[in-house]
């Protein structure tokens, strides 16, 4: 039996590794599992707020568009965050577990909706600037990824409220306990 790798068994390897990047990776503090704690919550009510918005249908074809995707987009991070938790044994939060709530009328007008969708993805961005600003793991990349998609969601929320989509050049960050504290208005 040879000694050598065969260009078979490597490309098996390799995609093997491919399939578990886990196994690579070192294993997630108790800051990074704290974040994603917070940011698992973070995706849950904007989960629960865009399928609300949706709802009440006071969107025309291309608003419900876009909260149509951004609700597919927080869906995908909840995926990605709670497989943190998942991977360091422990269970994520689902919907169930948090009593979501909301101003009164928060949903009765575009612009009653798109002010609080302004404020619930500012809270998101810096929710998740903030972590990336706190791991030094490979996590980092993957709140950043989400950062990004969050600020896209805040865009579109921003030029319906104030007719500028472009926000500030420096997204502020939010600390754990700011981002606590910010998500401790809508979720119980």
């Keep these: 039996m040879p000694s050598h790798l065969t260009r078979t068994s490597f490309l098996a390897t390799l995609g093997a590794l491919a399939l578990a990047p886990s196994a690579l990776a070192d294993a997630p503090s108790d800051l990074d ?3 994603a704690r917070l940011l698992v919550a973070v995706e849950l009510l904007l989960a629960d707020f865009y399928g609300r918005a949706i709802k009440a249908g006071r969107f025309g074809p291309e608003g419900k568009d876009s909260l149509e995707r951004a609700l597919f987009n927080e869906h995908e991070h909840y995926t990605s965050v709670s497989s943190i938790l998942s ?10 577990d948090i009593d979501f709530s909301y101003p009164g009328k928060a949903f009765d007008t ?7 969708g302004l404020r619930l993805e500012r809270i998101a961005l810096g929710s998740y600037l903030g972590a990336v600003a706190a791991v030094n793991t490979p996590l980092k990349q993957r709140f950043a990824q989400i950062a990004a998609s969050e600020a896209q969601h805040a865009s579109v929320f ?24 910010a998500l401790s208005e809508y979720t119980g």
């Excluded at 575009?110 to 609080?116: D, E, F, Q, S, W």
């Excluded at 050049?169 to 504290?181: G, M, N, Q, V, W």
């Design 158 to 181: 921003a030029a319906e409220t104030t007719g500028h989509a472009l926000g500030n050049s420096f997204p502020a960050p939010l600390t754990i306990d700011e981002a606590s504290d």
């Design 87 to 96: 991977s360091a044994g422990q269970t994520p939060a689902v919907a169930g």
């Design 33 to 35: 599992l704290a974040n």
């Design 110 to 116: 575009v612009g009653a909706t798109a002010r609080l």
